[in-house]
């Protein structure tokens, strides 16, 4: 097995030099990334000791330099028929995971054990955590990091970034909840046991204002941890006049006292927000 030295040493080199794909030990360098991406082994992105999370941009440059030395195949499954350079995830018995066709997880992607993946979909690169629900539509984006816990809602869209390969990626943490067709992109992230509530939609500029004390305050690409936050708009003042522009509004916190099985939408409920 390649030592990670050598292997981000490869595919760092390979993505200056395409030419070194040509290479049998810099193309294996990308497989090799890969193949561990696929059994969460690597992370495109993970939490630090002080809580920060760090990108890994050699393993995004490996995924990139995957799609170059891929070919389009006609994959069938059952009366299913797709054409694509990356093949679907297989070994899903073996790893626990639950996917409900015609749900898709990408192979590159990692499901720990217990996820359930209704007929959604999980693109190469993402990490999931265990126990956590992709419920029908939701999407999770390439790269996005996904925690131990979440329940993604029906048509729920988690952005993913390729590019640039140092760019961080969505972040969802553990036990957060997010509410049917909302869109979280753009690195944006939800931090541990957060609340977005039905078509809240974040991205790296969205202003996320905490109107729960006596003051606004304003958060740009973080929800703070057990925050409930519902959709909302603020004024502008254009040329033309002043016009409401969408925002997301922090309207309180989930209660330490509501049960774990049912605080992600009880927490809503409290607040008269739509699951």
């Not at 939490?47 to 440059?61: E, F, L, N, Y």
Request: charged share 25%; proline share 6%.
């Amino acid at each position: 097995m390649i030592d990670l030295v050598t292997l981000e040493a490869r595919v760092s080199a390979a993505f200056e030099d395409r030419a070194l794909l040509e290479d049998a030990d810099h193309r294996a360098a990308v497989l090799d990334v890969i193949d561990r991406l696929d059994r969460g082994e690597l992370r495109v992105a993970a939490p630090s000791d002080g809580g920060d999370w760090r990108v890994h941009a050699w393993i995004k440059q490996a995924i990139l330099l995957y799609f170059g030395i891929r070919s389009m195949e006609v994959m069938e499954v059952g009366p299913f028929v797709f054409r694509d350079k990356i093949p679907l995830k297989r070994g899903l018995e073996t790893a626990g995971v639950r996917v409900v066709p015609p749900g898709v997880a990408r192979y590159g992607a990692f499901l720990e054990a217990g996820v359930v993946l209704m007929p959604g979909y999980v693109n190469i690169g993402a990490w999931v955590g265990a126990g956590t629900m992709v419920d029908t539509w939701a999407t999770v984006g390439s790269c996005a990091q996904i925690g131990r816990g979440v329940h993604l809602s029906g048509g729920v869209g988690i952005g993913g970034v390729l590019e640039p390969p140092g760019a961080r990626p969505v972040i969802v943490e553990d036990g957060a909840f997010v509410g049917s067709r909302a869109i979280v992109v753009e690195g944006v992230h939800v931090e541990r046991d957060a609340v977005l509530g039905a078509n809240v939609v974040l991205t790296a500029s969205t202003r996320i204002i905490d109107v729960s004390g006596p003051e606004p305050v304003e958060h740009v690409g973080r929800v703070p941890a057990r925050s409930v936050v519902i959709p909302g708009t603020r004024p502008k003042r254009f040329p033309a006049g002043e016009y409401g522009v969408p925002c997301a509004l922090i309207i309180g916190r989930r209660s330490e006292a509501t049960d774990r099985k049912t605080s992600l939408e009880a927490a809503l409920r409290d607040f008269d927000v739509a699951v």
